[in-house]
Every structure is written in structure tokens, then in C-alpha cells.
DNA sequence: TTGTAGGCGTTATCAG
DNA sequence: CTGATAACGCCTACAA
């Protein structure tokens, strides 16, 4: 379809090699031949073959994003800001899904390798590891976002999720709340663990205990936040706030507490985790744990390049700090 | 890496023909070595390398996916019907936003031709649509998601956007609004044009007259639809009913009409297009139309392959059924 | 400064 | 059923 290297080589009676060379702006080729070349490649809408190209340097430009779910708000942004700074870097973004599973992940990262990403930026969907570490071993390059591995081959970029529940906690305690529930996510996976952590240390440092039946565990999406605070608000003792672990879910959250005839925040307060975009709406105005998502997917391809460039290995975790913004829900 | 097919021909005594053709599942390979050679890649951790093959085979396995914006909830949704589609039938797919700039549009086509991905599914930044002919032209096939292109090469996937528009505004009609706003997306770009005509078909078959001061143009953000809403709504008569070129835009107004000190619906009502995820939240509860986003994806996908398979040219022009959704904010 | 030739890892076409 | 061998389009020593 687009001319090869060898038809401009024909047309400009010269060699393969220095058609090449002048493509690529080797030094070594005169200005003559060189313009001639270029010319005659634009003319002819000469497009070099990337895949050609690939196989012999070894680096198709190209990396793999692999995220549990796209239609979750949280990672849009980061994907749009991996996207922005691989685009910006000549690179092509491959997007997966895993719906939070870790086999569809391990699918993906098999496919992936077989296309021979140059690396990946992988947010978990479980703890299940062993997959992972083992493409790191492999050679591959990998950041992941939200979910720490150590390994020289790759850098982990996360908030510290256990000090952001912490502080949403923190919040709802100096509030006056003592009966707090917490509905969490999908089941082991760090964010989830580790959010469920915080919420645990900020009421053992405030000298209260755990009161098992205000935990619940639901799935990341609205559907489950309403379906398990739903039960929460019949208990006996029914919690007068409630942390969700991650603003989805406190979505849910919302929509049960309002649905049983109570107000927010007066009967319920309630505080979620992430700032999706859709928090800051003057109809919702969810208090939540901000985290810098665009920012967080850049850095993440910033470091991913980095680790491709110069092999020593990067700083191998880099932690960010969450940040508590107050609206109307707490 | 991980081994060859010559690694593996080498270790199993045969000629690299027969391991390849092993390892395809070729008919005419005797049980005996069949088994051993796959026995031995398996062993060997042999994974076959996409680059390569697809430089032979002309065919990658791999699709670009461009959108003007993966942080707009409208494109997520169809964004996770394609990804899912296309790994289902083991293709890998290259998401690419444009940021509604055409310029950055092409140069994302471009790289993708580049990385020769087996078609496109785009859905248009603006009706700059040279470069997308141009692709088409140069033999690449492609489906549209909203935007109409007639070109052999191509099929169209959109929703009936005027019809819907009309939907939208005779619902208000019916309301017996008589004053209605338009509030609009970027301009020059189809989906807006076609909401606009619907807007104004409407309001002429009940013999009502435009009001260029009640029409204005925004982003199809949310900020546009806050910001012009604010003038709308300091017109000497202003409108009762506004109907906005898409949901992210409502939800501006909405938070407009409320700033202003007014009350939805009775003030002035409001309805949408898109149903993203978030128009159905209880605190929102936004009448928009509703379009099958994730089917749209998938079939999207669909398409696409059954192009490149029979490259008979596939139905061109695939037009789907907006749906109103009425709901609490007209 | 330019040309020759070999190789990147596969698939595919021939003969045997 | 199996083996050479030639592509695919590009890059890069090495030699001239």
C-alpha cells in the first residue's frame, strides 16, 4: 500500500542503507542525497513500518495500560494522563480491562507481551501477584498504581491509603461520631486492605473497638454500596456515619441512607475516597480523600520511560499524599 | 528473551516448518511431533512473538480506538464494549484521546497506520473530515461511532441524534414549556449540529419561532454548561426549559439554575442527552435520552472485524433508536 | 559518503 | 508428513 524503503531506494537510484539513513537523520549522508531522499519519501507518502522496524530495535514504542474497569471515574483520569504523556513521547497506549479479575489481568499481560510492549502500567486488580512478578522476572517494566511490589524492574506509584482512611476517619470522629461503618470493596485487593487498615487504626486510636456487624464489604460500584448500607442502616445500633472505600461506593452509600428516610448529614454522615469528578457536584458535594489521578497516570508513564532509558533501576516506590476535602456529607 | 521457534527446532531435531506448523495447528504434522514440539514450547516458556508474525501475516491483531475525551462518561462505556469485544476474539486495542482537536486526531491516525493496526473505530472530534476520507482512500477500514461518513471502507454507527433531540424538546413542548433554551456542545461537530436541528425542527412543527439569544454554544463539559447557562438564565425573558446537547453539559445547567436561586423543574426544567452513568443518581435524577453506549461498543467492534473477514462492504450506515428517559429534572 | 549483506522471528511456498 | 528457503520491511555492521 505505502512504498518501502526499497521502492524510494529505486526511484533515487540509491542504496537501501542510505535511503535509511537519511529517513532516520543519520549524520553521515550528504545534504544532497539526504534532501533528495526526503523529498521523494513525502512525494511517494512513504510511512515507515513500525512493526518492521520493531522487530529488529526491539521497541515498538508501545506500552500496555491494564486497569480493572475504565467505566469507574477514577481511572479515566489516569488513563487520559498516561495517555497525554505517551503520546506526547511518540508511544501508543494499549487499554485492558480485567473487571477485577486477576485472570483476565494474567490474559492480558500474555497478550501484551506477545505484542511486545516496551512496558506496563498495571492498577492490580487483586493480590495475586504471582503473574506479575513473574513478567517482572521475565525482563518486562512495569509501574503500578495503587498496589506496591518491590522488584528492580519495576517502580510502584500509590497514595497512602491508609493514612487518607485515617484521615477520614479522623474526620468523623472529631464530627462526634463513635458508631462508624465502613463499606468496602472488592475483596483482596491492597487499595481495599489497606483502606480497611486506616479505618481500623483510627478508631483503636481513638480507643474504640471494633464492632464487626458495621463492616461490610461491597464492590467498588454504587450497586454494592447501596446493597450492603442498606443492611448496615437496620441494624440495632446503626452507625450515625459511614466511611466508604472509594467514592462509587459512597455514591451507593448516599442513595441508601436517603432512600431509608434519612438525612445526610445529620442521621448519617458519610465521607467517601478518591474526589471523582462527579463529588464535587452541588448535588452531591461528597466529602472524600482526594488523589492527584491525572498527575498519577503522567508520572507513571514518566517513570515507565525512565526505567527504559537509563536500566538502573528507578526509585522503586514513590508515595502520595491523600488529601481530605471537606463538602456537605460529613 | 523467551525462546524461538529455532530454539525450539534446535532442541526437538526438527526443521523450524514443521515446529511453526506444530504450533498453528497445521493438519500435516504427525501426532508424534505435534506433541513433542508443543510439549517442548511449553517447557521452554516459548511465547510466539506478534511482531514478527504480524509483519509476515499483515495482520496485528490490534485496533485503534480514538475519542475526543475517555474522561467524558459517555465514552468509557463504549470504550469497555469495544475493549471487551475485540479481546474476546484475542485483538488488543490502542486508545488514543483527541482532546476534540482534528489535528491531534490525525496525528494519532497516523501513528496508528503506522503501527499498522488492523482498522480504526473513531468516534469524530469535529466535521474536519478530509483526513478520515484520506485513511479510508489508503485502504484502512473503520467504523464511526456518531458521525456519518459514506465511504466503502466504512460503516457508521450513530444514534437517530436529531430524532432524539426532537424527543428531548417535545417532551418539554408537551410539559407546556414554550421557551426553551438551547445550551450546546463544541461546535463543528456533528453530533451538536444534528442536536441542534432536532432542537429546532421541534419548536418549528409547533409552530414556534427560534430565539437566537436562547441558543447558545459550550463545550460539552459540565463548565460550559454552567458558565453559558448563567447568561441564559439573566435574559430579560428567560427561558423556562433548557435542553442540553449532551449530559456533562445538563449537569452545568443544573448547577447554574440552582446558583441563580431557582428551582428545577418548576422554574425551569432541564433535560439532557447521553444517560451517562451518573443522570440516574438519586441527587440528579436528569430526564435525558438515553443510547446504548456499551452495545454501541461491541457492535462497534463487530463491524469491524466482519470488514476485514468478508471485505465485501458491510451495511454502511447503521442508525439506532434513541430511548427518552424521564426523570425528576423536567 | 555510500553500498553490500545479514539478520530480527514468523509464516508460507515449494519440493521431496 | 517434512525440510529447505524465500519472503515481510527495516536497521546496521562492515567494507569500499
Given at each position: 500500500m505505502s512504498p518501502t524503503i526499497k521502492d524510494i531506494a529505486l526511484r533515487a537510484g540509491v542504496s537501501y542503507a542510505t535511503v535509511s539513513r537519511a529517513l532516520n537523520n543519520h549524520?553521515?549522508?550528504s545534504k544532497a542525497t539526504r534532501e533528495k531522499v526526503l523529498h521523494l519519501a513525502k512525494e511517494m507518502g512513504y510511512r515507515p513500518n513500525a512493526i518492521a522496524r520493531g522487530l529488529v530495535t526491539k521497541e515498538t514504542r508501545t506500552i500496555g495500560l491494564v486497569l480493572?474497569?475504565?467505566?469507574?471515574?477514577?481511572?479515566p483520569e489516569v488513563a487520559r494522563g498516561v495517555e497525554e504523556a505517551a503520546s506526547e513521547s511518540g508511544y501508543s497506549v494499549f487499554l485492558c480491562n480485567t473487571d477485577w479479575s486477576s485472570e483476565r489481568e494474567e490474559e492480558h499481560l500474555h497478550a501484551l507481551m506477545q505484542k511486545q510492549v516496551d512496558g506496563f502500567i498495571v492498577a492490580p486488580?487483586?493480590?495475586?501477584l504471582t503473574h506479575l512478578l513473574k513478567i517482572l522476572d521475565a525482563g518486562c517494566k512495569a509501574v503500578f498504581i495503587s498496589g506496591v511490589i518491590s522488584h528492580p524492574n519495576s517502580v510502584s506509584i500509590i497514595i497512602d491509603n491508609v493514612r487518607g482512611a485515617q484521615m477520614a476517619v479522623e474526620h468523623l470522629l472529631k464530627k462526634g461520631h463513635r458508631q462508624i461503618g465502613f463499606v468496602g470493596g472488592v475483596q483482596d485487593v491492597a487499595t481495599n486492605n489497606e483502606r480497611f487498615l486506616g479505618y481500623r487504626k483510627a478508631l483503636e486510636s481513638w480507643g474504640i473497638g471494633l464492632e464487626w456487624d458495621c463492616i461490610r464489604k461491597g464492590d467498588f460500584r454504587r450497586e454494592g454500596g447501596l446493597a450492603v448500607t442498606k443492611e448496615l442502616l437496620r441494624l440495632e445500633e446503626r452507625p450515625t456515619a459511614i466511611f466508604a472505600a472509594n467514592d462509587l461506593t459512597a455514591l451507593g452509600v448516599l442513595q441508601a441512607v436517603k432512600e431509608e428516610g434519612l438525612a445526610i448529614p445529620q442521621d448519617v454522615a458519610v465521607v467517601g475516597f478518591?474526589?471523582?469528578?462527579?463529588?464535587?457536584l452541588p448535588e452531591i458535594e461528597l466529602t472524600t480523600i482526594a488523589q492527584p489521578k491525572f498527575q498519577m497516570g503522567r508520572l507513571a508513564f514518566q517513570k515507565l520511560l525512565q526505567m527504559n532509558k537509563e536500566d538502573g533501576p528507578a526509585k522503586e516506590r514513590i508515595i502520595l499524599r491523600p488529601k481530605l476535602v471537606v463538602r456537605k456529607t460529613s
Amino acid at each position: 500500500m505505502s512504498p518501502t524503503i526499497k521502492d524510494i531506494a529505486l526511484r533515487a537510484g540509491v542504496s537501501y542503507a542510505t535511503v535509511s539513513r537519511a529517513l532516520n537523520n543519520h549524520p553521515e549522508v550528504s545534504k544532497a542525497t539526504r534532501e533528495k531522499v526526503l523529498h521523494l519519501a513525502k512525494e511517494m507518502g512513504y510511512r515507515p513500518n513500525a512493526i518492521a522496524r520493531g522487530l529488529v530495535t526491539k521497541e515498538t514504542r508501545t506500552i500496555g495500560l491494564v486497569l480493572p474497569d475504565i467505566t469507574n471515574p477514577f481511572f479515566p483520569e489516569v488513563a487520559r494522563g498516561v495517555e497525554e504523556a505517551a503520546s506526547e513521547s511518540g508511544y501508543s497506549v494499549f487499554l485492558c480491562n480485567t473487571d477485577w479479575s486477576s485472570e483476565r489481568e494474567e490474559e492480558h499481560l500474555h497478550a501484551l507481551m506477545q505484542k511486545q510492549v516496551d512496558g506496563f502500567i498495571v492498577a492490580p486488580s487483586s493480590d495475586q501477584l504471582t503473574h506479575l512478578l513473574k513478567i517482572l522476572d521475565a525482563g518486562c517494566k512495569a509501574v503500578f498504581i495503587s498496589g506496591v511490589i518491590s522488584h528492580p524492574n519495576s517502580v510502584s506509584i500509590i497514595i497512602d491509603n491508609v493514612r487518607g482512611a485515617q484521615m477520614a476517619v479522623e474526620h468523623l470522629l472529631k464530627k462526634g461520631h463513635r458508631q462508624i461503618g465502613f463499606v468496602g470493596g472488592v475483596q483482596d485487593v491492597a487499595t481495599n486492605n489497606e483502606r480497611f487498615l486506616g479505618y481500623r487504626k483510627a478508631l483503636e486510636s481513638w480507643g474504640i473497638g471494633l464492632e464487626w456487624d458495621c463492616i461490610r464489604k461491597g464492590d467498588f460500584r454504587r450497586e454494592g454500596g447501596l446493597a450492603v448500607t442498606k443492611e448496615l442502616l437496620r441494624l440495632e445500633e446503626r452507625p450515625t456515619a459511614i466511611f466508604a472505600a472509594n467514592d462509587l461506593t459512597a455514591l451507593g452509600v448516599l442513595q441508601a441512607v436517603k432512600e431509608e428516610g434519612l438525612a445526610i448529614p445529620q442521621d448519617v454522615a458519610v465521607v467517601g475516597f478518591d474526589d471523582i469528578q462527579f463529588a464535587s457536584l452541588p448535588e452531591i458535594e461528597l466529602t472524600t480523600i482526594a488523589q492527584p489521578k491525572f498527575q498519577m497516570g503522567r508520572l507513571a508513564f514518566q517513570k515507565l520511560l525512565q526505567m527504559n532509558k537509563e536500566d538502573g533501576p528507578a526509585k522503586e516506590r514513590i508515595i502520595l499524599r491523600p488529601k481530605l476535602v471537606v463538602r456537605k456529607t460529613s
